[in-house]
């Protein structure tokens, strides 16, 4: 390892990080004592700690790092990202937080069967948040992996998935959801500070967001002539990879038109294609928010519904002001950081983040405390989000697998020690799992877990919390059928994908031309078949919702014999107590 | 009087009761969620149809990508309150009718 090549204040600030990550674990393990504590925070968490917190949660490595390199490589398209990652809290909010909050059960797959009377389908809802919960923690682990070699050049890969995920793993095991809380709230502010003050400071010094973006113009001269009047901070010539002005600028851009353009289609043929994409890319991201299990068990640890209600209103406006950011750096990233585009993964634009507040000078003292704030950022934001997902995983072991299934008589202080078990067997597999992505790419893999949510979770809790004609099978059909199908049609994308790239890397290196295999000629002949397969959630989610109505209707003679009871629960105002009453007749009949 | 936790034939308990609750609660709903997908689905329709329109420049930023960008996120913001004030006035109000109802019946 050369240790010349180490900035002193990246090495700092996010050691930092690291120190006040553990040492806050430790200080809350002290304080966290019932098992209560351990699942739902003892459900005491006050609105601002549980907003900071969701946020801090949700705030993982692709959007602290991931968004502003996809808006530097494909422009407004990628937009879309941040603006639904933020507003599928609405949707959250408008239908699902209020009935699951007063439903009260610890977990999804508490729900799941506290909502059909069925064993049965609490497995299957284990099974998917496991299953979820490891597609999204890979992609976390790359980035820790990614980030911890930018700051210790020539660290093999593993050791960053290794060491972040051993002082996660350790913090979950000591202070379980309590010792999180706390600090992802504060991991939620130190990614705020990261990520919009090296903004205003690159912004006072390189002229406002809108000027910036005004650099970009078709219409005007090419850059070199305008630098005259720009004055001293002109814009960069861009390099042959990048893509034109008007491309980048404007809706329906590289990467939405990118089917279209492999099947050679025009540029008036492709447009329509593009419009179905961004639609359908609008569903996935908005209802896989609303879906995301990691996420929804947080409602849990309001105190009341009327608190949910406002967590979900500050979490949309934390968000919803980080979100403003990252593009910027994309903005900002393309005029005066081009040759980023001429390399890829995280060599290239995903890493602008990181790398952009060096822009400031080689010895500039400001730059460097700038560059190691957003590195202590990216820390910040694969090490909570991570966390959050070891959380739910846990719990899905611990309270679901072991408390419900394997032992259902096991004291609370078993139930305790059986937590801290499963936080390591699990954080240690998602370690393994985390070494074995390193080739892969960040959003393939986070845009798996959001279509898989999108078109499982999301069609279940909608509509088991507004339709009274549910049944265990018409749920599970819906759900496995929508879930399975949108995995189905991204691994296909994905992994033809990289077999072609693959395939192109070899043939150059042999000098021969790659001959594309059948699948991806398929792919160019059917540019609509290509973009409904690679963005599935705008016919995979109303499947999924059809099949449950369709199964429902077929098997109306299961509907839960209490199903007037369940809603009531679910909908009726706390103050009227019928959730306790729910829970003393469910005992009353040896439930 | 508190009512026999068994006895389901009061009125919170009532077909009636929660046929209107989730009504009520559901056009609540619907209703921000149309505010809310007029934009969300209708700007692609307007970069799509109305594109050199949505190129106009505001501020240096084309209008698409300050509304996208930007103002989309204070308009969430604004559906957001709305739905929260709403729907704690509507609990309240329904719990207020239903206490009403249950002792007319008792």
Redesign the interface.
């Known amino acids: 390892m050369d240790f010349s090549q180490i900035n002193p204040w990246i090495l700092a600030l996010s050691s930092i990080t690291v120190v006040i990550t553990i040492w806050m674990g430790f200080r809350s393990a002290k304080t966290s004592k019932s098992a209560s504590d351990f699942f739902v925070a003892g459900r005491s968490v006050s609105v601002g700690w549980n907003a900071s917190a969701i946020s801090g949660e949700y705030l993982s490595a692709a959007s602290f790092m991931g968004i502003a390199g996809m808006v530097m490589s494909a422009g407004?398209d990628a937009?879309?990202y941040p603006?639904c990652y933020?507003?599928g809290y609405?949707?959250l909010?408008?239908?699902i937080a209020?009935p699951l909050r007063r439903f009260g059960a610890y977990t999804i797959p508490d729900f799941a069967e506290g909502r059909f009377d069925s064993p049965l389908f609490r497995r299957i809802a284990v099974c998917f948040v496991l299953f979820i919960g490891f597609f999204y923690t890979m992609p976390q682990m790359k980035g820790a992996g990614v980030t911890l070699s930018y700051i210790l050049p020539g660290l093999p890969y593993w050791v960053g998935v290794v060491v972040v995920g051993a002082v996660i793993t350790l913090n979950v095991a000591l202070g379980g959801m309590k010792g999180i809380t706390l600090v992802q709230a504060v991991q939620y502010w130190i990614k705020m500070f990261a990520i919009s003050l090296p903004i205003f400071v690159l912004l006072s010094v390189y002229g406002?967001?809108?000027?910036?973006?005004?650099l970009n113009d078709a219409a005007a001269p090419p850059a070199i002539e305008r630098s005259v009047d720009a004055g001293e901070h002109a814009r960069k010539p861009l390099p042959e990879k990048a893509p034109k002005d008007e491309q980048w600028?404007?809706?329906?851009g590289p990467l939405t038109t990118k089917a279209a353009k492999a099947a050679g289609l025009s540029q008036e043929e492709s447009?329509p294609l593009s419009?179905i994409y961004?639609?359908s890319l609008?569903i996935a991201l908005?209802c896989g928010t609303a879906g995301l299990p990691h996420i929804l068990v947080r409602f849990y640890t309001n105190p009341d519904?009327?608190a949910a209600?406002?967590t979900?209103?500050w979490v949309?406006?934390l968000i919803?002001?980080f979100?403003?950011f990252p593009?910027v750096f994309g903005v900002l990233g393309r005029n005066f950081m081009p040759e980023l585009y001429n390399a890829t993964g995280s060599k290239g634009p995903d890493k602008v983040v990181l790398e952009l507040p060096t822009l400031l000078g080689k010895g500039n003292i400001l730059g460097s405390v700038l560059s190691g704030i957003t590195c202590a950022g990216a820390f910040a934001a694969f090490m909570s989000t991570f966390s959050g997902l070891l959380v739910s995983m846990t719990s899905a072991v611990a309270h679901d697998i072991y408390g419900r299934m394997l032992k259902p008589d096991s004291t609370p202080a078993q139930r305790m020690r059986m937590f801290k078990i499963a936080a390591i067997v699990v954080g240690g597999l998602a370690m393994l799992l985390g070494t074995q992505v390193e080739l892969l790419d960040i959003n393939f893999m986070v845009g798996q877990a959001f279509a898989i949510a999108a078109a499982s979770y999301f069609p279940l809790l909608f509509m088991s919390a507004?339709w009274r004609g549910m049944t265990m099978r018409g749920a599970a059909t819906g759900m496995l059928g929508g879930g399975i199908l949108a995995l189905a049609c991204v691994t296909l994308t994905s992994v033809s994908d990289i077999i072609a790239k693959n395939g192109q890397a070899a043939a150059l290196k042999a000098g021969t031309t790659w001959s594309p295999n059948a699948l991806s000629i398929f792919w160019q002949e059917n540019p609509l078949l290509r973009i409904l397969a690679e963005q599935p959630a705008i016919w995979t989610v109303p499947t999924a919702i059809l099949l449950m109505i369709i199964v429902s209707k077929a098997t109306r003679s299961q509907v839960p014999s209490d199903a007037?009871?369940k809603?009531?629960v679910l909908?009726?105002?706390e103050?009227?107590g019928?959730k306790q009453?729910y829970i003393?007749?469910q005992q009353?009949h040896g439930h | 009087m508190q009512p026999d936790p068994q006895d389901h034939q009061d009125f919170i308990h009532s077909e009636e009761f929660l046929q209107g609750l989730m009504k009520r609660q559901l056009r609540l709903s619907i209703a921000c969620a149309m505010a809310f997908l007029l934009l969300l689905l209708g700007l692609p329709l307007l970069n799509y149809f109305a594109p050199s329109f949505m190129a106009q420049r505001i501020g240096g930023f084309t209008l698409s990508w300050l509304v996208l960008g930007v103002l989309f996120f204070p308009y969430v913001w604004i559906i957001a309150r709305w739905f929260i004030t709403r729907s704690m006035a509507l609990e309240n109000a329904e719990v207020k009718f239903a206490e009403e109802n249950q002792q007319k019946n008792s």
């Open positions: 407004y937009l879309w603006v933020a507003c609405l949707f909010l408008l239908f209020g406002g967001y809108g000027k910036n973006l005004s600028l404007e809706p329906f447009r419009l961004t639609y609008i908005v519904g009327v209600k406002k979900t209103m949309m406006i919803g002001i979100y403003v593009p507004w007037r009871m809603m009531l909908h009726a105002p103050a009227l019928l009453e003393q007749e009353g």
